[in-house]
C-alpha cells in the first residue's frame, strides 16, 4: 500500500526540529524501520514527518563520569560497534547485535526502537537491566525519565507530545560484572518471542548484585524484581528464574500462547543467568 500524502521536513538543528514538533499533526522519522511500514499500513497517517535522521551530533556516542550517552539516532549498528558501548556497556552492544537483520541494523536507531515501545523490541530488556535513562526535550524544556518508568503498555511509553529522546544514559558496568541477552527470534522478523537480559555480580560465591529485564513476554518489557530479590538473597538460578514471570501478563498470538511464552521466559532467564554468571569474575 502506498501512504497518505504527507509534508517532509528536514530540520537543520534540534532547537528547530522541538519547534516543529510543537504542536501540529507532526511525526518525527528516525530510521523509518517501523514508522514507514505503519504509514504504509495506513496506521499512522501524519500531515507532516520530521526527520532527524540526518541532525549533525544527535547520533554521538561519549563516555564520562561513569555514563556513556548514546545519541538517539545512533543505529543498531552503531551501538553494536562502537568501541565506547563495547568496552562500558558490552550488554547494549550484544543486544543490538540481535536485533533483526543487517539492513534494519544499519537504518534503525536507539531513541526510533524506544520511542515506537513494540513488546517485542530487543532493547527495553538491556536497557532496564542496565537501569538507563531517556533524556528527552521539547520546545517548553527537558528531563531525564528511567527506563522502568519509560516503558508504560504495548507502544506506549511516558514521552509527552512534542517531546523527543536526546539521549540514553546509560551507567557503565563495571568489569567484574557477568551480562548476557539471550532470545528466541521469531523465524520471520527475527523480533523477540522472548528476550531475557541479564547482569549479575559476585563475591565469592555469592551474587551481591542481579539485574533482569525481560522483552517479548509481556505487553511491555519488565524488570524481573522478584527474581532479583531471590538471587542476591541466595536463592539458586533454577528457583530465581522461575519467579521471572510472577505478577506479569503474558501476551498470546497466532505464533506463541501466554502459556508457552511464560515457559521462555523462565528457560530463557536460566540460560541468560547461568552464562552472565560464567562471565562474572
Ligand atoms: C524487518 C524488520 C525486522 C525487525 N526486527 C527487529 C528485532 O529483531 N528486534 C527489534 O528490537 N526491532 C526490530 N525491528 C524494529 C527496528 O529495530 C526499528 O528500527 C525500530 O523499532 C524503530 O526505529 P527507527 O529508528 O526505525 O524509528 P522510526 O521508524 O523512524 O520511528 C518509530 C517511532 O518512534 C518515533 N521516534 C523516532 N525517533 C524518536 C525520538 N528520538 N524521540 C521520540 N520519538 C521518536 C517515531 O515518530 C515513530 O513513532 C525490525 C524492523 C523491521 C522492519
Redesign the pocket.
Known sequence: MISQEFEYTVPQSLDEALKLLDGGDR????????????MKLRL?SPSEVVD??RLPG?NAITESGGTVRIG??A??HDVETSPVIRAKVPLLAETAS????V???N??????????A?P????PAALLALEALFR?ASAKGERTIAAADFFQDAFTTA?EPG????EVHVPVEESSEGYRYQKV??PA????VVGVAARVKKSGNKIVMARIGVTGMSPRAFRARQAERLLEGGADVAVAAAAVVEGEEANSDLYASAGYRRHLARVYAVRALTTALSRAS
Open positions: 511525526k518525527v522519522l528516525a530510521g523509518g524501520m517501523s514508522l514507514i511500514p505503519l499512522a532527524i535522521g544527535l538517539a539516532t543505529t543498531h540481535h536485533i533483526g537483520d539492513q534494519v541494523r537504518m534503525g536507531t536507539i531513541g526510533g526502537s524506544a520511542a515506537h513494540d517485542a523490541a530487543d532493547y528527552v514521552l517531546e523527543l529522546i536526546v527470534a521469531h522478523s527475527g523480533f523477540a
